[in-house]
């Protein structure tokens, strides 16, 4: 079983994002579950690849405000 190192829910409109920073017997990682009106899809980012994660991210975030949106 999966030990739970921190969680964090994140709702934005209709969704619910569950962010559990988990850790096992491979290592550490990141399951990102998002829950919309009962259907979960999940991803999972091991911990290496956390770091390289939030780069993509912030450029997305750039691009969203210099789109003007």
Known sequence: MDDVLKSEKLSVERKNFFFDLKENPRGRFLRITEDVNGRRDTIIIPAPGLEEFRR????????TQSAGT
Request: glycine share 0%; net charge negative; hydrophobic share 60%.
């Open 56 to 63: 993509v991210i912030d450029q997305m975030i750039e691009a």
